[in-house]
């Protein structure tokens, strides 16, 4: 195991935010804008997962492409180009692995197992709060760096919590700063995990899957309140579609 480079340059790493986007909302959206603020990325790469690993999508891989598109539209890079969506999951036959699409990244920019890779995975609490059950743990740790957002609600004391038990398994230990963790996986360099706080809405996909199927079309208080969560050019397609019971 070598040592991970401390400080790093956030300004030279490439964030890979991946996500089912069930549908895709503006907390997705805020979550990315955030990220060029605080750690302050150099760019976002959006990794939407065709057949994703823990849960199961109840729309098809080629709607969630389209409205990641519409979602994450207009968004730009701090060098001025828009934010990219990688397809490589959405074509991927089989189930959707993070292990698998950051070794492909990896490969494809010519980083070896053995070197720390300008690149960051972007996870919410929840998703840190599964660490353990994710293919290829602890050693998919040493592949990226990691960035937790911590979602709303109680995204602090989550995140705290998950990071406890991390640290009591010896795969994360304190980087000496609140929130800042190296990880330490049993074969590769290792790696920071860091706690952002975005600012992102408190929204997710099941609550508007679940005002959809509760409302359909019909527009009450509650409804209008989960559709103005949604970029209208997502709304407008999954309307036109009639996905989610509309
Ligand atoms: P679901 O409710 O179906 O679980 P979701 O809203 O969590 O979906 P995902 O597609 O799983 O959406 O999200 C992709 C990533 O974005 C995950 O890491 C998730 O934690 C994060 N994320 C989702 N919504 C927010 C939000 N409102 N604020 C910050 N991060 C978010």
Redesign the pocket.
């Known amino acids: 195991m070598t040592s991970a480079p401390f400080p790093i340059r956030w300004d030279e790493v490439t964030a890979v935010?991946?996500?089912?986007?069930?549908p895709?909302?503006l907390?997705?959206r805020?979550?990315v804008m955030g990220l060029f603020k605080h750690p302050g990325v150099r760019e976002v790469l959006i990794l939407?997962s065709g057949k994703?690993a823990q849960?199961s999508a109840q729309t098809s891989a080629k709607d969630r492409l389209e409205m990641v598109k519409r979602n994450f539209a207009g968004i730009v890079n701090p060098s001025g180009r828009p934010v990219q969506i990688d397809e490589r999951e959405i074509r991927r036959p089989t189930t959707a692995f993070t292990i698998d699409a950051l070794r492909e990244i990896r490969g494809e920019r010519g980083i070896g197992n053995d070197r720390v890779a300008p690149l960051a995975f972007?996870?919410?609490?929840?998703?840190l709060e599964k660490f353990e059950s994710w293919q290829g743990f602890p050693d998919v740790l040493g592949l990226a760096h990691w960035i937790v957002?911590?979602?709303?609600p109680k995204?602090q004391p989550r995140a705290k919590k998950a990071l406890q038990h991390l640290e009591s398994l010896s795969v994360i230990r304190s980087a000496g700063r609140e929130g800042h963790y190296q990880t330490l996986p049993r074969s590769g360099p290792t790696t920071a995990l860091i706690c952002v706080s975005?600012g992102?809405?408190?929204?997710?996909?099941?609550?508007?899957?679940r005002t959809f199927a509760l409302h359909g079309n019909e527009m009450n208080e509650n409804a209008s309140d989960i559709r103005s969560n949604l970029a209208a050019d997502v709304e407008s397609y999954l309307k036109a579609h009639h996905l989610y019971g509309t």
């Open positions: 935010f991946g996500g089912t986007f069930d895709p909302h907390g997705h805020e979550a939407p994703p849960k972007v996870i919410g609490v929840d998703q957002l911590e979602r709303a995204g975005t992102a809405r408190n929204v997710s996909s099941t609550e508007i899957r």
